[in-house]
């Protein structure tokens, strides 16, 4: 019985000192998506804190394909719109990495996570990433102000008033017409 129990707490213990050598990482939450015009920069960041300091990060982008699945790839670290910065420890110990890419394209659009990494660390993690939409800006055909607009209108409405009137006018006008036709036949046909 001795025997056993001194071998349980020995598995015991070599369990929970596994269990401390581990890293355990928490992740903060991801901003859901940035709006970015095309030929800007975005700035993407992923955060997280770990037991015991910062583990190996990668960015990748996970790109919509064609029949509606997505691939996974590393973002391009050599590309010279690329900048990643190593993290930024924050005054509460959180660890934060950031993704700065210039002169945004549009097939730069996609959802951004990190990748976290460590030899320590139980399950490699992704994080919730954020999705980047990179849009061309709505050129304006008529570049009016608003007091131009407001000005327009009015007078398509007052244009529009008169034509009712007009119409509406020129319709009691015939009716009046042919009501005293009317008159005169019956008064001619009364003397007949």
């Not at 001194?6 to 000192?17: K, R, S, T």
């Not at 097939?107 to 030899?119: E, P």
């Not at 006008?173 to 008064?187: L, M, V």
Request: proline share 2%; net charge negative; glycine share 8%.
């Amino acid at each position: 019985m001795v025997a056993v129990t001194f071998l349980f707490l020995c598995f015991w213990a070599a369990g929970v000192h596994g269990d401390l050598s581990r890293i355990q990482v928490t992740l903060e939450p991801d901003r859901p998506s940035l709006r970015v015009q095309l030929s800007h920069t975005a700035h993407l960041r992923c955060c997280y804190s770990a037991t015991r300091g910062a583990v190996e990060t990668t960015w990748y982008i996970s790109i919509q394909t064609v029949n509606g699945t997505s691939a996974l790839q590393g973002v391009d670290r050599r590309d010279n719109r690329v900048t990643v910065d190593e993290g930024n420890l924050t005054a509460a110990g959180v660890m934060c990495h950031t993704l700065i890419l210039k002169e945004a394209r549009l097939n730069d659009s996609g959802l951004y996570q990190c990748f976290l990494n460590h030899s320590a660390l139980r399950h490699s993690v992704y994080t919730h990433g954020t999705f980047l939409q990179v849009y061309r800006p709505m050129v304006k055909i008529l570049d009016i102000g608003e007091s131009t607009k407001n000005s327009i209108l009015t007078a398509e409405g007052m244009l529009l008033m008169v034509a009712v009137l007009l119409h509406g006018t020129m319709m009691l006008y015939e009716e009046t017409q042919s009501n005293e036709e009317e008159k005169g036949q019956k008064g001619r046909g009364e003397y007949l």
